[in-house]
C-alpha cells in the first residue's frame, strides 16, 4: 500500500511558525535547534500502516504526524474550553453538559473514522488554523491560540525524542526497563513545558504584556496538551509499560510551574477535567 506523505518546504515552514506563535521570544532558539537537529517534519496519511493517529518523532530527526491528529489538538482545545465554559458560576447547579458530549462524540468519530473529514465539524468551532479575531468572538479567539500552543507543545516534546536519539540516551522497550522508558517521556515533557515557559518575561518585557497573563496562556494551553492526550488515550490512562500515568504527567507539568502557578489555568484545566470525568469516570482529576 503507497501512503501519502508530504515533506516539502510548505510543512517544514508551517511547523517553524506554529512554534514560532507559541513562543515567539524563542525564534533564534527554534531556529538553531531544527538546524541543529536537522529536524524534518512529515504530513503522513490519515490511514497510516501504524495507526490512525500519527504523532511521534523517531529516526533520529523525523517528526511526524497527520491531518487528523492536528484536527483532535485543535478540537481537544475547544472541549476543554466548553468543560469550563458549561461549568455554572453559582454553587448547587449541575453543569449542561450538552455541547461539552456533543464535542465529545465528534471527537471520537474524528479518531476512528477511516475518512476524519467526512465527520461533520461542530458548529460554533473554527475550522483548524482559523483565528477569528478577538472582536469577533474572543472565547473562540482564546480557543484557538491555547489549542496552538497545545499542539506546539506536543510537538517538541517529539523533538526531544529527536535529540535523545541523536545524543545516544535515547530508551527503548527493547533494550531498556519501562522505568527508563518512562523516565524519558517524563523529560521530553519537562523539556517542552520549560522551553515554552522559561523566557516568558522576555516576551511580556518585548510585548509590554502582564507576565502573569502569559503565564496563565502559556499553562493552560500545555494542560489542554495533555488533556487532549486524555482524550486520545481513553482508558488507558494509568502506567504503562512506556509512558508514566497521565496523572504524573499533569502532576510533573504542574511542578515545572512551581512558583508562577497560574489560579487562573489551574482553575480552567480543573473544571475541563471534571467535566470529561461526568462523561467517562475513571478519567484522571486534574
Known amino acids: 500500500m503507497v501512503l501519502d506523505m508530504r515533506n516539502d518546504e510548505t510543512v517544514q515552514t508551517a511547523a517553524l511558525n506554529l512554534f514560532l506563535g507559541c513562543a515567539p521570544e524563542r525564534r533564534a532558539e527554534l531556529e538553531a535547534m531544527v538546524e541543529d537537529l536537522q529536524l524534518e517534519f512529515q504530513v503522513h496519511d ?3 500502516e501504524d495507526g490512525k493517529f500519527i504523532f511521534d518523532g523517531g529516526a533520529y530527526r523525523y517528526v511526524r504526524f ?11 482545545a475547544y472541549l476543554a474550553w466548553e468543560g469550563f465554559s458549561a461549568t455554572p458560576t453559582q454553587r448547587g447547579q449541575a453543569a449542561d453538559l450538552a455541547r461539552f458530549r456533543s464535542l ?21 468551532v473554527p475550522q483548524p488554523g482559523t483565528y477569528t479575531g478577538t472582536e469577533a ?9 491555547l489549542a496552538t500552543i497545545a499542539t506546539g507543545w506536543g510537538l517538541l516534546h517529539e523533538t526531544r525524542h529527536a535529540r535523545h536519539q541523536q545524543e545516544g540516551t535515547a530508551k527503548n522497550p527493547d533494550d531498556h526497563s519501562p522505568e527508563e ?17 522559561e523566557r516568558i518575561g522576555d516576551y511580556a518585557a518585548q510585548h509590554h504584556v502582564a ?19 486524555a482524550l486520545v488515550g481513553k482508558d488507558s490512562w494509568q502506567t504503562t509499560a512506556t509512558h508514566p500515568a497521565l496523572a504524573d504527567r499533569l502532576a510533573a ?5 512551581a512558583g508562577h502557578r497560574s489560579d487562573g ?3 480552567v484545566a480543573e473544571l475541563a477535567f471534571q467535566a470529561l470525568g461526568t462523561i467517562w469516570p475513571s478519567a484522571p482529576r486534574f
Not at 468572538?137 to 491560540?145: G, H, R, Y
Request: some cysteine.
Open 253 to 257: 507539568a504542574k511542578a515545572v510551574f
Open 181 to 197: 522508558v518512562r523516565a524519558e517521556e517524563t523529560s521530553c515533557d519537562a523539556f517542552a513545558s520549560t522551553f515554552l515557559t
Open 104 to 124: 465529545l462524540d465528534t471527537f471520537e468519530h474524528i479518531l476512528d473514522a477511516d475518512d476524519p473529514d467526512a465527520v461533520a465539524w461542530p458548529a460554533g
Open 66 to 76: 497527520n491531518p487528523r491528529s492536528m484536527r483532535l489538538f485543535w478540537l481537544g
Open 211 to 229: 507576565e502573569d497573563k502569559v503565564w496563565q496562556k502559556r499553562q493552560l494551553g500545555i494542560y489542554m496538551g495533555l488533556f487532549t492526550i
Open 137 to 145: 468572538d474572543s472565547e473562540a479567539q482564546a480557543a484557538a491560540e
Open 46 to 48: 490519515d490511514n497510516h
Open 265 to 267: 489555568a489551574y482553575n
